[in-house]
């Protein structure tokens, strides 16, 4: 997402090397790399100038904290300055004295505006807050069924009354169910539209006086760049909105709606879609968005996405499995597909400091190492997941997981090997010679001293980024039961 802008902040930094301190003189060709950096991520233009005079007028004079060089301290002014641009912190959903909290969802057409109204839904389910989904959108074919099939997915009731009532009546209506259901929080899907159809935004603005909601959330497509800043600007004009959520921010965008959104429109990003899965939206914090603009990775968002998936009971058993040295294929495998619910390969990684650098072709070569492993051990009889040690010793069993599973016998070799490596390391690490990420029983899901598919468990066959992060060659090592929707109630 934010890869360009990185790069070019870090040549940023290069310009200040070998200086003692930030002067006039040697900052103005820093200054130029983030001008260029920030317009090149489609910032908008006055944002951009604010920005840059704000980092100048903090950064010029500034004397140099002992240890620390001019391009260190350069970028902890940035970062300060793109907290404050982003909105300094998280402004969490309203919640109403009185239940239900209302929240009106807004956007334009094709911005995920139904998809993202369901994965509010699922993520106010596991904040422990019941959900209602109202489908007032009777204009695009299939809306109401999308939103209707999305809510048996995620176990959330859906109202709705068809195409043909009027989205005034279906949301009011909606609103009235909840409170007769007990539920605390409505979320009104509507219409997509444009800002130059003036029936459709005055349809919307009836909506909202009808149900007089808590929150009301723009849907803002992330790629549309600095314009996501304006149309904000737009429907809050218009309309009143009292924040945004912007979707597919884990695509090819530049990142300038994350950086514009607050300074032009006034109101604050309250969550992110990170992905097509409906799991995929987080609350938007602009201290953790800067530290992934800045390459400082985002290990909060990391330990909270891991802490929703880990039953703290099999956290316990894990450790007692890695003191004793018993860990083994099947807890590997658990941890494996566990790092899968949390998200993509890739989006992990990022959040990890000093990973973002890896390029698309190692994180796909890191997936097929992932792959490969899960075929070989799901190929093992439960006796010999449960028993490693038995592999070692009988070619046989080698032989036919190598068949079983598609794979040379050297490979299947080499995992054994490098698992029992593993494992040793491993009860190092229980016994306190490396602390473990919260809930992460010893490291990230499947690590043992590397990310699962790098080099702790593959040695010299992990991707040529992933070596030294546990393994790779030595030289380097050392270096370095379903409920249905609700439907028509």
């Given at each position: 997402m934010f890869d360009a802008l990185a790069d070019r902040l870090e040549d940023a930094w290069k310009k200040l090397r070998g200086q003692d301190k930030i002067t006039e003189a040697n900052m103005q060709d820093a200054l130029k790399e983030v001008r260029r950096a920030l317009l090149e991520a489609d910032v908008n233009l006055q944002v951009v100038k604010t920005f840059i005079a704000d980092v100048e007028k903090a950064a010029i004079g500034a004397e140099v904290i002992a240890g620390v060089n001019p391009g260190q301290q350069l970028i902890k002014i940035v970062y300060d300055e793109l907290v404050k641009v982003m909105g300094e912190s998280n402004v969490p959903?309203?919640?109403?004295?009185?239940?239900?909290?209302?929240?009106?969802?807004?956007?334009?057409?094709?911005?995920g505006k139904t998809t993202a109204t369901?994965?509010?839904?699922?993520?106010?389910?596991?904040?422990?807050?019941?959900?209602?989904?109202?489908?007032?959108?009777?204009?695009?074919?299939?809306?109401?069924?999308?939103?209707?099939t999305l809510g048996e997915q995620i176990e959330v009731p859906v109202f709705e009354l068809g195409n043909q009532a009027n989205p005034v009546d279906i949301a009011t209506q909606g609103v009235e169910k909840a409170k007769e259901m007990g539920i605390d929080t409505v979320i009104i899907d509507t219409a997509g539209r444009l800002q130059i159809d003036e029936e459709m935004m005055l349809e919307l603005a009836r909506v909202k006086k009808a149900v007089n909601p808590d929150d009301t959330l723009l849907v803002v497509d992330a790629m549309t760049g600095q314009e996501a800043a304006n149309l904000t600007r737009t429907f809050h004009d218009q309309i009143g909105v009292t924040g945004a959520i912007l979707t597919k921010m884990d695509g090819d965008t530049r990142g300038g709606a994350a950086l514009s959104v607050r300074q032009i429109s006034g109101q604050p990003i309250k969550f992110v879609g990170v992905g097509e899965k409906v799991e995929a939206?987080?609350?938007?914090?602009?201290?953790?968005?800067?530290?992934?603009?800045?390459?400082?990775?985002?290990?909060?968002?990391?330990?909270?996405?891991?802490?929703?998936?880990?039953?703290?009971?099999?956290?316990?058993?894990?450790?007692?499995?890695?003191?004793?040295?018993?860990?083994?294929?099947?807890?590997?495998?658990?941890?494996m597909r566990l790092m899968k619910n949390m998200g993509s390969f890739g989006s992990i990684l990022k959040m990890i400091p000093g990973m973002n650098k890896l390029s698309t072709k190692d994180i796909e070569k890191g997936e097929g190492e992932l792959k490969r492993t899960e075929a070989m051990i799901s190929s093992m009889t439960l006796e010999e997941r449960k028993n490693p040690?038995?592999?070692?010793?009988?070619?046989?069993?080698?032989?036919?997981?190598?068949?079983?599973?598609?794979?040379?016998?050297?490979?299947?070799?080499?995992?054994?090997?490098?698992?029992?490596?593993?494992?040793?390391?491993?009860?190092?690490?229980?016994?306190?010679?490396?602390?473990?990420?919260?809930?992460?029983?010893?490291?990230m899901p499947g690590m043992g001293g590397g990310m699962p598919g790098m080099g702790g468990m593959f040695g010299q066959s992990a991707p040529p980024g992933f070596r030294g992060y546990g393994g790779g060659k030595k030289k380097k090592a050392k270096k370095n039961k379903k409920k249905k929707g609700f439907g028509n109630l």
């Open positions: 959903l309203a919640q109403a004295e009185n239940a239900p909290t209302v929240i009106l969802m807004a956007g334009l057409q094709g911005t369901a994965k509010l839904a699922l993520y106010l389910r596991k904040q422990q807050r019941t959900a209602l989904m109202v489908a007032t959108d009777i204009y695009r074919p299939a809306a109401i069924d999308q939103l209707v939206l987080q609350p938007f914090y602009p201290d953790r968005m800067a530290s992934r603009i800045l390459s400082m990775g985002d290990v909060l968002t990391l330990v909270e996405k891991a802490q929703e998936e880990i039953d703290l009971s099999d956290v316990e058993q894990m450790q007692s499995k890695i003191l004793e040295a018993k860990f083994d294929f099947n807890d590997f495998l658990k941890q040690d038995i592999l070692a010793k009988s070619p046989s069993r080698r032989r036919r997981i190598a068949q079983g599973s598609g794979h040379p016998e050297a490979e299947v070799s080499k995992l054994i090997k490098n698992f029992t490596r593993m494992r040793g390391m491993m009860q190092q690490m229980g016994q306190g010679g490396m602390p473990a990420m919260p809930g992460m029983g010893g490291g």
